[in-house]
T-cell receptor, first 112, second 114 residues
């Protein structure tokens, strides 16, 4: 299906586990982003990518890693999950020269 | 540091009335300011944007006003409908033109009363 999809939609993991959240877009957008959304903080940028193999840290990148081997995929990995990483995670993409970011439906991650 | 914020966390309006959602920003280097709508259980959805060299832009039932003098942004929704019930976020694209992400405000929850 066309668009931007995230998987899984819901995930429960234990403290210390590694977990990967997937993001896939079908528009060949250059720019992709990961945000986390927490009550009282709105959406905060974790990582962003301008193209395949180009990634940069955002405001709250500690404890996360990303990769972008293909333009359409931008997985986010929590190397050793902590309870403070319990959140809703949104992936987004934007085309070159556009201000409109398209967001996925989100992944609700709970770390116990 | 630089931030984008909102004046009111919750706004309750009667169906059919006009809604006005406000936002204050502090990064004068942003060249675009954007409004997003987020319905329960969904990702944010683009509504409208305005370039920093404009003071007003209209869309379908929505108008965004930008006052650079006081660093204030507002979203006006005409004839509010039940489907407008959502959380609204203002955002700015910063000095990187959006390539390095958006800075979001904390959101205003718009509640529509029948």
């Amino acid at each position: 299906d066309a668009g931007i999809t995230q998987s899984p939609r819901y995930k429960i993991t234990e403290t210390g586990r590694q977990v990967t959240l997937m993001c896939h877009q079908t528009w060949s957008h250059s720019y992709m982003f990961w945000y986390r959304q927490d009550l009282g903080h709105g959406l905060r940028l974790i990582y962003y990518s301008a193209a395949a193999d180009i990634t940069d840290k955002g405001e709250v990148s500690d404890g996360y890693v990303v990769s972008r081997s293909k333009t359409e995929n931008f997985p986010l990995t929590l190397e050793s999950a902590t309870r403070s990483q319990t959140s809703v995670y949104f992936c987004a993409s934007t085309g070159q020269g556009s201000t409109e970011a398209f967001f996925g439906q989100g992944t609700r991650l709970t770390v116990v | 540091g630089e931030s984008v914020g909102l004046h009111l966390p919750t706004l309750s309006v009667q169906e059919g009335d006009n809604s006005i959602i406000n936002c204050a920003y502090s990064n004068s280097a942003s060249d675009y300011f954007i409004w997003y709508k987020q319905e329960s259980g969904k990702g944010p959805q683009f509504i409208i944007d305005i370039r920093s060299n404009m003071d007003k832009r209209q869309g379908q039932r929505v108008t965004v006003l930008l006052n650079k003098t006081v660093k204030h942004l507002s979203l006006q929704i005409a004839a509010t409908q039940p489907g407008d019930s959502a959380v609204y976020f203002c955002a700015e694209n910063g000095s990187g033109g959006g390539a390095d992400g958006l800075t979001f405000g904390k959101g205003t929850h718009l509640i529509i009363q029948p």
